[in-house]
């Protein structure tokens, strides 16, 4: 049983959502974010998404490529984002997922990517622009290492979608809330909660949804029906206003402890 897999265990026994914060490697630099990280579990994080920055993240709103030009700038390479996992995985059990796109792990290389991320403590692997049916060499090197590949499902997948997701997925599966890119909204599609609960019921992984949560208020309201809330653009907006390092990694937490404390107040449908 993998790290992710364990987490969900543990939460679903205690009645809780999972809160899985997103962000950036390298932005405003590695050690940074290794203060982040280490902020966000304390401030009551279950799993953390962390990105690889990509110069062409087409899944991804102004917050987040914001955030990613920042860190292409530092010259984040593979490499140095494994040697981050490593340092964090010193001091954490905390599940660690990372979140890209397939091109920078194609030129690194399937097999060395999914060994070297293994390796240095990683658990699992969100490739946004693969699709299932095309992921069966990343998939034979991540569960030859085992690592947990996570697929997403989005309001216009159909029944066979959602069938091919739940057989080849593993970990969780990440619902995405909207059709178009990340970015923090203010409402959500009133028929959410009713996809959603379908998805639950045609799968025995856990069900996260992201895209959009950017409040305690959402969060609860996703921890009502889904088994994880994912935010990412708020949070990394939150960052990028701080004026200091240290002051990021303080109010990542802040932010943390306060969606966590939302969705601990509420029970699951």
Known sequence: MSRIEKKFAE???????????????????????????????????????????????????????????????NTISL?????????????SELPVILFGYFNPFFHYGLKTFCRQAARAGADGILCVDLPPEESGELKRWADQEGMDVIFLLSPTSGADRVRLVAEKGRGFIYYVSVTGVTGARRSFDANLRTQVIHVR????????????ISTPAQAAWIARFADAAVVGSALVAT?????????KARRAGLFVARLKRGMKRIKKA
Not at 239 to 246: C, Y
């Open 11 to 73: 939460l679903k026994k205690r009645g809780e959502t999972a809160l899985i914060p997103f962000v950036i490697a390298g932005d405003p630099d590695l050690e940074t974010t290794l203060s982040i990280m280490r902020a966000l579990e304390k401030g009551g994080a279950d799993l953390i998404e962390l990105g690889v920055p990509f110069s062409d993240p087409t899944a991804d709103g102004p917050t987040i490529q914001r955030s990613s030009q920042r860190a292409l700038r």
């Open 79 to 91: 490499p140095r984002i494994f040697h981050l996992v490593r340092e964090f995985r010193r001091q």
């Open 201 to 212: 019921e045609s799968t025995s992984l856990p069900v996260g949804v992201g895209f959009g």
């Open 239 to 247: 960052i990028e206003k701080a004026k200091t390092n240290s002051e």
